[in-house]
């Protein structure tokens, strides 16, 4: 900002003095106003009425030289605004009016900006001269001239709009959606934003990323696990699409430094609503947008669908229908955890059974179930939620995830006293798991009395059968390095992925690969002796456990996957 006592005017503001419209210290007052509103003198003087805008120009003409126009007269569809940069044009108000040979003239309110005309030239190429004009014409001229063109340019990302019927709803109040459409549905950058929501929808996408970038502007939407670019607008559109997401999500506009969070619903028929949960960041080149699609519909919650084998399964269903223990279901975030943990409570859920869950938040919503979404600003934690559900007569509790030693004792103690405990934790493997509780605090004569069973997954891409082709590239040598058996290399069958109209990766969908463990004797008398994970690893494998590489494995044989997307997901 502007602060020195000695400060000098000079152009147009040297000129308003000289012509005894504004006093000298009064102009340096203004000045300093202008430059902290971040706008020229002129539109300072003209926004708060100190000077006409026809006033300044009439002055600022006479005295400079430079003739005047008025744009009342001009036809906009003839004005040359392609050949300079539009970051160039709202940055010094500059709008170009007509090119004669290699003489650009240009519209502006303040012809002693000679460097910003010197800037132009340098941009372009050609000569440039100013040409006075009023200051508020000019800054609407700009505005609606640029604001059509982004408009056109959303309009080509979103081309047909007429399958557009998604109801935005944000948390607190719902809409009619008549008055929805009939408030925002003519503005382009609302059609775009819906547009790309029921893209996301309707390719089966987890996330949306909106990243803003110097020069550029990048969508992508994470499918089955990846990013995907899916459109590239205009960077100089990243504030208005910001804008939109965060009025749909209830957050404050305004505030660009912090992150922000919130969430909005969208209704896309009578009978099917999705919950979309909004994050922000400030980033060097402005803010990143991402949303998670939390979409009922899109979820399968059989147990076939997991992916489990024919053990695997058995162990699973065995340990969810015991009266008391603790499930616990570990891997990074991402890796379908939720889904396997809801699969259960699905094939529990019944009349006779009370269940609770605690999560952070509430992805899937199942009727029957007491479900409750922590917020630790409010005093809402895993921990006294969970204690809460001890004096609701559980029969099965979830908590979404122990994150520390207080959740744990708690968990364990229920599974101890007739409750059957469901939970995640964030450890690579099923024996590491085991440890991790020790280091939590938790003494391992409790931890061998109430853990039943653990299950470490990932989530591998899925082969599209459509497209999927056989392959030839890999060496018998080369197969059994990758941990098949002899017997498997002379009668295996790899596919690679291809990629069709159908899927566009080679991949559709994706499958559980998973480590599933359960408390035996010997798993028990380990842990009580404080055996470490390579140890319970080593024991647990000669029981007949796969590890999730040799489930990976698995399923390559059954021609399901590959070998390039078990390697992915599998590598620590």
Do not use: W
């Amino acid at each position: 900002m502007l602060g020195s006592d000695e400060f000098k005017l000079y152009g147009i503001g040297q000129l308003f003095v000289l012509e005894k419209l504004l006093e000298k210290s009064k102009a340096i007052e203004l000045y300093k106003l202008a430059d902290a509103e971040k706008i020229s003198l002129v539109q300072y003087l003209v926004k708060n009425n100190i000077l006409s805008a026809t006033q300044i120009a009439i002055t600022a003409s006479q005295n400079f030289g430079v003739p005047m126009l008025d744009l009342d007269c001009i036809d906009v569809e003839t004005l040359p605004i392609s050949l300079v940069n539009e970051n160039l044009i709202r940055q010094h108000s500059m709008l170009p009016l007509f090119c004669r040979g290699n003489h650009l003239y240009l519209a502006t309110d303040d012809p002693s900006k000679q460097t910003s005309l010197k800037e132009i030239q340098f941009q372009t190429g050609l000569n440039t001269y100013a040409i006075v004009v009023e200051a508020d014409k000019l800054n609407a001229l700009i505005d609606h001239l640029l604001t059509t063109k982004e408009n056109e340019c959303l309009s080509e990302f979103v081309g047909d709009t007429n399958d557009i019927e998604g109801l935005i709803i944000n948390e607190e109040e719902e809409h009619d959606i008549n008055t929805v459409v009939s408030i925002t549905d003519d503005a382009p950058i609302v059609k775009f934003v819906n547009k790309i929501l029921l893209d996301a929808i309707k390719q089966g996408a987890s996330d949306i990323h909106f990243e803003p970038y110097d020069k550029e502007y990048r969508i992508r939407y994470r499918q089955d696990g990846i990013l995907h670019e899916i459109a590239t607008p205009p960077a100089r559109l990243a504030a208005r699409i910001t804008a939109r997401i965060k009025i749909m999500s209830c957050l404050d506009i305004s505030e660009r430094r912090i992150p922000q969070d919130g969430g909005f619903k969208m209704k896309i028929s009578k009978t099917r609503t999705i919950d979309f949960r909004v994050s922000t960041c400030p980033t060097i080149a402005g803010e990143k947008v991402v949303t998670r699609i939390l979409d009922p519909g899109s979820v399968k919650l059989g147990i076939e669908a997991l992916g489990f084998n024919a053990l695997q399964k058995d162990h699973f269903i065995h340990s969810i229908q015991r009266p008391q223990g603790m499930i616990l279901v570990t891997g990074p975030t991402g890796s379908g955890k939720t889904i396997t943990l809801y699969s259960a409570l699905n094939l529990l859920n019944t009349k006779e059974v009370n269940i609770s869950t605690t999560e952070d938040p509430v992805e899937i919503k199942m009727p029957g179930i007491n479900q409750v979404n922590i917020n630790p600003k409010a005093g809402l934690t895993f921990s006294n939620t969970l204690r809460s559900f001890l004096r609701q007569d559980p029969d099965i509790i979830m908590v979404g995830e122990i994150r520390d030693l207080e959740t744990a004792e708690i968990a364990v103690k229920a599974s101890q006293t007739g409750h059957l405990v469901l939970s995640t934790l964030h450890t690579n493997s099923a024996a590491e798991t085991l440890n991790r509780l020790v280091n939590m605090g938790i003494p391992t004569f409790n931890i061998a009395s109430s853990v039943t069973l653990i299950i470490a997954q990932r989530l591998a891409r899925k082969l599209c059968e459509h497209c999927k082709t056989l392959r030839d590239d890999f060496t018998i040598p080369g197969l059994l390095e990758l941990g098949f058996t002899e017997t498997d290399v002379q009668e295996i069958k790899l596919f690679k992925a291809v990629g069709c109209n159908k899927c566009t990766s080679g991949y559709r969908g994706r499958i559980g690969l998973f480590e599933v463990l359960p408390m035996t004797k010997t798993i028990g008398q380990l842990i009580m002796s404080e055996g470490n994970s390579l140890d319970i690893l080593r024991a647990a494998q000669e029981e007949g456990m796969l590890t999730i590489y040799q489930s990976g494995l698995e399923k390559i044989k059954q021609g399901i996957t590959t070998i390039e997307e078990v390697n992915r997901v599998t590598v620590d």
